[in-house]
């Protein structure tokens, strides 16, 4: 039975099922093993979970399959995360050109490729990255790891800030106004580029 | 048999995918991890329309139209949304001349 109370959309990315349930909820609740009668139930929630484990079941083979090395599982896990993590967090709209445009890219989507940008600083490693629509632009606020062996930091961030300032034009069309560059370490070598620290 | 939403987004959705910088229109998400997953059952021909949504129309008769789509890196997003604009317009007014649609573009991603 689906005795619980209907449940509120606020992410407009978030898929609701027929049966009123959040397809992000319906998923939570499978990885918690929280389990209730309507979803094992329901028409709808058992599919859901059903690819939902039909998922991890194709990505832990690949950890299984080492010997099979036919694609890149590490590429394949990159691009199953950043479905989920892209379609689950899309982040906020933001504007794209004029108001009365009604035109938007939502946030983690402009995210990325700002931090792109930042990443072709040599050395260089984005982390968080947030935008915040203001009235008119948007602000940046982000963070990376630069080089330990680098003479001048604000120099460093002074170089971010131009490369994302022109990503955002240039790529994206996005209009910026203050461009927060927080350096947050230095690092010996260039650090591996994790995804998951980027996110939001 | 169709319901006329559904014939409308079908039209839009062959609409937006026509725009050059259009990627293609944001699928729902279990179709995308059905996508990745090759055991997965094909969709089939039929168009992925869940990036197109209507609601309304509101007692003015207006309706409001969101498209979700993911753009081509290529090409400047924003040149992109205003292309899917134009074409939407084009269409929407080609089909009833003093529209009062909103139409609401908002893209999310690029690859």
Redesign the interface.
């Known amino acids: 039975m689906n005795n619980r109370p209907p449940e509120t959309r606020t992410d407009?990315?978030d898929?609701t099922l027929p049966c009123g349930r959040l397809?992000s909820r319906v998923w939570a609740d499978w990885e918690d093993a929280v389990h209730d009668d309507h979803t094992a139930q329901c028409a709808h929630c058992r599919p859901?979970v059903a690819?939902?484990e039909?998922?991890e079941s194709?990505v832990r083979a690949l950890d299984a399959e080492p010997a099979q090395t036919s694609f890149d599982a590490a590429s394949?896990v990159d691009?199953?995360m950043d479905?989920?993590r892209?379609?689950?967090r899309?982040g906020r709209?933001l504007p794209?050109?004029d108001a009365a445009?009604?035109?938007?890219?939502?946030e983690n989507?402009a995210a990325?490729?700002l931090r792109r940008a930042a990443e072709e600083v040599p050395g260089v490693r984005a982390g968080s990255c947030r935008l915040t629509p203001g009235a008119t632009t948007v602000e940046v606020a982000l963070s990376v790891r630069a080089p330990l062996t680098t003479p001048d930091v604000r120099a460093v961030a002074q170089e971010v800030r131009r490369r994302v300032h022109e990503a955002a034009d240039?790529?994206?069309?996005?209009r910026l106004g203050a461009i927060d560059v927080r350096v947050t370490d230095l690092v010996a070598e260039a650090a591996p580029h994790r995804e998951e620290e980027s996110s939001g | 048999m169709t319901s006329p939403a559904t014939d409308l987004r079908t039209e839009l959705a062959r609409v937006v995918e026509d725009v050059p910088g259009v990627a293609f229109l944001a699928p729902g998400i279990r179709r995308r991890l059905r996508s990745l997953t090759s055991a997965s059952t094909p969709d089939g021909p039929t168009p992925d329309i869940s990036g197109i949504t209507v609601s309304g129309p509101l007692p003015d008769g207006s309706r409001t139209i969101g498209i979700r789509l993911v753009c081509r890196a290529d090409r400047r997003v924003l040149d992109t949304a205003r292309a899917v604009r134009e074409a939407v317009d084009a269409h929407l007014g080609g089909t009833c001349a003093e529209s009062p649609d909103r139409v609401v573009i908002t893209v999310t991603g690029a690859v």
């Open positions: 407009p990315d898929e397809l859901a690819d939902l039909r998922l194709r394949v691009r199953v479905t989920v892209l379609e689950l899309p709209p794209l050109g445009e009604d035109l938007r890219i939502m989507a990325r490729v240039r790529r994206l069309g996005l």
